[in-house]
T-cell receptor
Framework: DAKTTQPNSMESNEEEPVHLPCNHSTISGTDYIHWYRQLPSQGPEYVIHGLTSNVNNRMASLAIAEDRKSSTLILHRATLRDAAVYYCILRGGIQGAQKLVFGQGTRLTINP | DAGVTQSPTHLIKTRGQHVTLRCSPISGHKSVSWYQQVLGQGPQFIFQYYEKEERGRGNFPDRFSARQFPNYSSELNVNALLLGDSALYLC??????????????FGPGTRLTVT
């Protein structure tokens, strides 16, 4: 399984944008980049995914580097509810087990 | 619609005992996966089931087993419990057996404590 590297923790202020980085230098051409987050005392929650192009949804934006060796999850206007552990995950593009390989993730703290 | 449900919420067992954890997927979802999350770490994949067949297995001992029923609900069984099995056990369902674009929906988990 391809490996991702994320900072252990980040801190930001409410109503400000947050940029969460992820390095995945060994990504293969068929790997999708997925982001999940885990709020306190809850199971992980899907945030967004992408392959090559930048992606936007109601929760966040995903910016993917041109060489795909890194990506950034962008929360445009953080709220206190966004405080969570954010996981960047690579998933192979072939049929098979739908396993998610979680790393340590980034613990995001939002200050009021 | 109800999300993924798991039971029980919390469980305390003694070393050497056996435990059964249960999961009901989102209605219409046919794929169920199990994960173990030890305190302070990310979840680790245990099993995936689709249409009652095992489609994937993580690096866990044979003490761990699972099955899926005709209504797509699933059970995770752990025999001969060890202290190290204390963890949050998460169940996730998906609308597809494969295809990486499909997100997984997680339940709230079962907190297992082994004493």
């Amino acid at each position: 399984d391809a490996k991702t590297t994320q900072p252990n923790s980040m801190e930001s202020n409410e109503e400000e944008p947050v940029h969460l980085p992820c390095n995945h230098s060994t990504i293969s051409g068929t790997d999708y980049i997925h982001w999940y987050r885990q709020l306190p005392s809850q199971g992980p929650e899907y945030v967004i995914h992408g392959l090559t192009s930048n992606v936007n949804n109601r929760m966040a934006s995903l910016a993917i580097a041109e060489d795909r060796k890194s990506s950034t999850l962008i929360l445009h206007r953080a709220t206190l509810r966004d405080a969570a552990v954010y996981y960047c995950i690579l998933r192979g593009g072939i049929q098979g087990a739908q396993k998610l390989v979680f790393g340590q993730g980034t613990r995001l703290t939002i200050n009021p | 619609d109800a999300g993924v449900t798991q039971s029980p919420t919390h469980l305390i067992k003694t070393r050497g005992q056996h435990v059964t954890l249960r999961c009901s997927p989102i209605s219409g979802h046919k794929s169920v996966s199990w994960y173990q999350q030890v305190l302070g770490q990310g979840p680790q994949f245990i099993f995936q089931y689709y249409e009652k067949e095992e489609r994937g297995r993580g690096n866990f001992p044979d003490r761990f087993s699972a099955r899926q029923f005709p209504n797509y609900s699933s059970e995770l069984n752990v025999n001969a419990l060890l202290l190290g099995d204390s963890a949050l056990y998460l169940c996730a369902s998906s609308g597809r057996t494969s295809g990486v674009a499909y997100e997984q929906y997680f339940g709230p988990g079962t907190r297992l404590t082994v004493t």
